[in-house]
């Protein structure tokens, strides 16, 4: 838990995006359809679209309530604003607004974010936090909204889950930097935007394989064996890449990156320390990983390799691979 030296705000601040708006250049405002707003996943959708023309500037309308104490007088906090701040980490870009009060007490607040389509290159971030002034001190963060939204300019519909972009190639008869890799399998790029796995097609029988739909008993078993133990180690690698990418806060704090890299680590987290909060596992991971923590990097890649076997479902299709290999046994012996 990150102690502060001066109060904070408890309670719940709720807010969410009430409505978007995109203007096509030299055009007038168009409104954004509830199809690519997701409440529940807090997701905005402004990516290519058949039904939605190329658009270079987005209006979001954002709405935040505070708590009560939040604007009681005589209360511990002076000049209470409410800011919202957009961030994508592939273009860096920040940016911010400050909401207005649209209720007698203040608790109630809008605002209109304005996105040019240049700034953003891929998922950007959208959080509200409220700041205020403290024993004198102006532009102290006193609360963060729990909840995230997410600005995706580049998927037409609303969702956190991205599917894994897997690309057959042939490592031997491809690219040049793919030819001292022909003897491998498969690859994890995960220098993009998503991660991508490269099935090298060179691989004897292995493209076939991968591809199939049907095949016999024993084929379907393999592949299912395959794909999953692909799959952990995909989870192994974009694991490593995300906490690589960490943003560290001036008290050496480490911040949940955005994009797939944080989405890798709140799966991931939970199966590796079951009884620890998000944010108190993924300071302990990296304190392991600059070598500040008794635990070593070493002792932490078995729960790595656990949890990352637990998202691919290795233990559930293992068991399965052994019943049917046991099953097919039979048969033959019958």
């Given at each position: 838990?990150?102690?502060?030296?001066?109060?904070?705000?408890?309670?719940?601040?709720?807010?969410?995006?009430?409505?978007?708006?995109?203007?096509?250049?030299?055009?007038?405002?168009?409104?954004?359809?509830?199809?690519?707003?997701?409440?529940?996943?807090?997701?905005?959708?402004?990516?290519?679209?058949?039904?939605?023309?190329?658009?270079?500037?987005?209006?979001?309308?954002?709405?935040?309530?505070?708590?009560?104490?939040?604007?009681?007088?005589?209360?511990?906090?002076?000049?209470?604003?409410?800011?919202?701040?957009?961030?994508?980490?592939?273009?860096?870009?920040?940016?911010?607004?400050?909401?207005?009060?649209?209720?007698?007490?203040?608790?109630?607040?809008?605002?209109?974010?304005?996105?040019?389509?240049?700034?953003?290159?891929?998922?950007?971030?959208?959080?509200?936090?409220?700041?205020?002034?403290?024993?004198?001190?102006?532009?102290?963060?006193?609360?963060?909204?729990?909840?995230?939204?997410?600005?995706?300019?580049?998927?037409?519909?609303?969702?956190?889950?991205?599917?894994?972009?897997?690309?057959?190639?042939?490592?031997?008869?491809?690219?040049?930097?793919?030819?001292?890799?022909?003897?491998?399998?498969?690859?994890?790029?995960?220098?993009?935007?998503?991660?991508?796995?490269?099935?090298?097609?060179?691989?004897?029988?292995?493209g076939d394989l991968v591809g199939?739909?049907?095949?016999?008993?024993?084929?379907?078993?393999?592949?299912?064996?395959?794909?999953?133990?692909?799959?952990?180690?995909?989870?192994?690698?974009?694991?490593?890449?995300?906490?690589?990418?960490?943003?560290?806060?001036?008290?050496?704090?480490?911040?949940?990156?955005?994009?797939?890299?944080?989405?890798?680590?709140?799966?991931?987290?939970?199966?590796?320390?079951?009884?620890?909060?998000?944010?108190?596992?993924?300071?302990?991971?990296?304190?392991?990983?600059?070598?500040?923590?008794?635990?070593?990097?070493?002792?932490?890649?078995?729960?790595?390799?656990?949890?990352a076997a637990r998202r691919a479902?290795?233990?559930?299709?293992?068991?399965?691979?052994?019943?049917?290999?046991?099953?097919?046994?039979?048969?033959?012996?019958a």
């Amino acid at each position: 838990m990150k102690v502060y030296p001066y109060r904070r705000l408890t309670g719940n601040v709720s807010w969410r995006v009430e409505s978007a708006q995109v203007k096509p250049e030299g055009e007038s405002w168009e409104d954004v359809e509830s199809k690519y707003i997701s409440t529940v996943e807090r997701v905005l959708a402004l990516g290519p679209d058949e039904e939605r023309p190329d658009w270079s500037q987005a209006r979001l309308r954002l709405s935040a309530g505070l708590p009560a104490k939040a604007v009681e007088p005589g209360g511990p906090w002076q000049n209470v604003k409410v800011v919202a701040v957009l961030t994508e980490r592939a273009t860096n870009t920040r940016t911010a607004v400050e909401l207005s009060p649209v209720s007698a007490d203040g608790r109630e607040q809008t605002a209109e974010l304005y996105i040019h389509r240049c700034d953003l290159l891929d998922r950007a971030s959208l959080a509200v936090h409220v700041v205020a002034t403290v024993d004198g001190v102006q532009g102290r963060v006193i609360a963060t909204s729990d909840a995230e939204w997410v600005v995706d300019v580049v998927e037409a519909a609303p969702s956190l889950a991205r599917e894994l972009d897997v690309k057959m190639v042939g490592f031997a008869s491809g690219a040049s930097r793919l030819h001292r890799f022909k003897d491998s399998p498969w690859l994890v790029d995960t220098t993009g935007r998503i991660p991508v796995v490269r099935v090298n097609t060179d691989f004897d029988g292995l493209g076939d394989l991968v591809g199939a739909d049907g095949g016999s008993g024993v084929e379907k078993t393999v592949r299912e064996l395959l794909l999953t133990q692909m799959c952990s180690e995909v989870w192994t690698a974009v694991f490593h890449s995300a906490v690589g990418d960490l943003e560290i806060e001036e008290d050496g704090t480490p911040v949940f990156p955005h994009g797939w890299q944080g989405e890798v680590l709140r799966e991931m987290l939970p199966d590796m320390y079951s009884d620890r909060e998000p944010e108190d596992a993924l300071r302990e991971v990296h304190a392991a990983r600059v070598g500040t923590s008794a635990t070593g990097w070493g002792e932490l890649q078995p729960r790595i390799h656990f949890a990352a076997a637990r998202r691919a479902g290795v233990p559930r299709t293992l068991s399965t691979t052994i019943r049917d290999l046991e099953r097919l046994s039979q048969g033959d012996e019958a």
